[in-house]
């Protein structure tokens, strides 16, 4: 879509900074998505079928574990997901801290995290599509 619509300042053409887009999006569809499927089906959706407490908090542990490694490349940008500017990765990546963070149970502390999800709350599309109003 960003191709198409001449979405260049979302998905640049400069091929490195593609890469590092494409990284992420890929991270969050492959690990990040994947770490919490089991947590998320018990605790929101009471599935019968993911009632194993080991497995919830098997799943918890993961996805803690890939909010730490979002925490980390947060701190080396200072900012957005791939680097200073607002990027086509910060989408599917800013929904799933939003999931993150609305999903009860303990988290670790992730200071820059909580900056990006701030910095995510300022743009109105986000607040309208990706935090369903929740701020």
């Given at each position: ?94 929904l ?7 999903t ?26 990706g ?5």
């Amino acid at each position: 879509m960003a191709n198409a619509y001449d979405g260049s300042a979302l998905y640049p053409t400069e091929p490195k900074t593609r890469a590092l887009i494409d990284q992420w999006i890929d991270w969050q569809g492959i690990e990040l998505n994947n770490s919490w499927v089991y947590a998320l089906m018990h605790i929101i959706r009471n599935s019968p079928e993911h009632q194993d407490q080991k497995e919830v908090e098997k799943s918890i542990q993961a996805w803690n574990s890939m909010m730490l490694i979002l925490e980390n490349q947060l701190a080396n940008t200072q900012a957005y997901v791939a680097g200073q500017q607002f990027s086509l990765a910060d989408i599917p990546i800013g929904l799933s801290v939003q999931r993150w963070y609305l999903t009860p149970f303990e988290k670790p502390d992730c200071p820059h995290v909580k900056r990006y999800y701030d910095l995510l709350s300022q743009r109105e599309p986000y607040l309208k599509w990706g935090n369903n109003g929740q701020n």
